[in-house]
């Protein structure tokens, strides 16, 4: 019965060793917002605000009350100490561009009319536009279509 025990253990143990792990690390992150008023022009920037953040652990771990003792609290393998802190800061900037399509729109048409205007001065194109056909003759439909 014994043996049996035993050889069950030893099972156990070389099919545990067996198993692979796998470690997975996921992103992690941060938001932050800044509900605010500002007066910016046009191109311009402005900081909105800094958020500076820490933190700092300790941990001790050993036998109670051993590390009181004068000679046997400071074994290195009866008590364990270990600190750490992090610190970060966060710059928020606000970057303005302002785009008025209206006005870019009839700045393109303005140059595009002044364009075919010195085209047609230096007799590039024709003084009158050929004005557009009605219907889409019969030979230029056939071009289109095709049987697939």
């Not at 300790?58 to 393998?77: K, M």
């Not at 992090?86 to 364009?115: M, P």
């Amino acid at each position: 019965m014994y043996g049996k025990s035993l050889l069950t253990f030893i099972l156990l143990i070389a099919a545990a060793a067996q198993v692979d792990a796998q470690v997975v690390i996921l992103p992690s992150g941060q938001i932050t917002s800044v509900g605010t008023t500002v007066n910016v022009p046009d191109g311009g920037f402005v900081l909105l605000g800094n958020v500076r953040y820490g933190a700092e652990g300790a941990i001790y771990r050993g036998i109670p009350g051993l590390s009181y003792l004068p000679i046997v609290g400071v074994a290195p393998l009866l008590t364990h100490r270990a600190l750490s802190s992090q610190k970060g800061e966060t710059q928020i900037y606000l970057g303005v561009r302002i785009h008025d399509f209206e006005s870019l729109d009839r700045a393109t048409f303005l140059k595009g009319q002044q364009i075919l205007q010195a085209k047609r001065a230096a007799g590039l194109l024709p003084a009158e536009e050929k004005p557009l056909p009605a219907r889409i003759p019969s030979a230029l439909k056939r071009s289109f279509s095709s049987e697939r």
